[in-house]
T-cell receptor, first 113, second 114 residues
Framework: ETGVTQTPRHLVMGMTNKKSLKCEQH?????MYWYKQSAKKPLELMFV???????ENNSVPSRFSPECPNSSHLFLHLHTLQPEDSALYLC????????????FGQGTRLTVV | AQSVTQPDIHITVSEGASLELRCNYS??????LFWYVQSPGQGLQLLLK??????LVQGIKGFEAEFKRSQSSFNLRKPSVHWSDAAEYFC????????????FGTGTSLTVIP
């Protein structure tokens, strides 16, 4: 248990569906992240939020829409996804500042059919 | 731009044997370096990290890593591998600009045989 909780753990959705991934941390961290993990690829940093403000969007398609209502919660809204979006989506959190490490949730295994 | 290279995609070792996983990084300033482990279906767990000071870093589960600036390397080692060490291992480099950003290698999959 890392203190970062992701729900759901598994999600199967059609290409026309709308769904949301949820992440919650109770570590008092002030930065939160979404990563995409695909087979044989490095973890891809998708979004970064510092103090609820988005500071990074690594050219992520608009069919992925993040939301950070407060420093403890992070959502990833999904709509009209493609089969190649199937992956493990990892949420992480950390303190801001040099040298701190990220704490990861267990991930949501997403399958787009 | 920062990047991390893990040249070994997959490694197989016998239980009780020593282990070394390689990691090379590219970063313009003093790097902050990390090793994470991921078991199947799980998130990433921090094994150890290097910020400054002693270049030999001790971590959890008997792992250690050595930072070698001249070689831009941060290799992970364990003197005697246990079957429970079978997992995916990720090296990462981090820095702080407007916030923290962490960049990961492609990972090394470790198989432990009896």
């Amino acid at each position: 248990e890392t203190g970062v909780t992701q729900t759901p753990r598994h999600l199967v959705m059609g290409m026309t569906n709308k769904k949301s991934l949820k992440c919650e941390q109770h570590l008092g961290h002030n930065a939160m992240y979404w990563y995409k993990q695909s087979a044989k690829k490095p973890l891809e940093l998708m979004f970064v939020y510092n103090f609820k403000e988005q500071t990074e969007n690594n050219s992520v398609p608009s069919r992925f829409s993040p939301e950070c209502p407060n420093s403890s919660h992070l959502f990833l809204h999904l709509h009209t996804l493609q089969p190649e979006d199937s992956a493990l989506y990892l949420c992480a959190s950390s303190y801001l500042g040099q040298g701190t490490n990220a704490f990861f949730g267990q991930g949501t295994r997403l399958t787009v059919v | 731009a920062q990047s991390v290279t893990q040249p070994d995609i997959h490694i197989t070792v016998s239980e009780g044997a020593s282990l070394e996983l390689r990691c090379n990084y590219s970063y313009g300033a003093t790097p902050y370096l990390f090793w994470y482990v991921q078991s199947p279906g799980q998130g990433l767990q921090l094994l150890l990290k290097y910020f400054s000071g002693d270049t030999l870093v001790q971590g959890i589960k008997g792992f250690e890593a050595e930072f070698k600036r001249s070689q831009s390397s941060f290799n992970l080692r364990k003197p005697s591998v246990h079957w429970s060490d079978a997992a995916e291992y990720f090296c990462a480099v981090g820095h702080s600009n407007t916030g923290n950003q962490f960049y990961f290698g492609t990972g090394t999959s470790l198989t432990v045989i009896p």
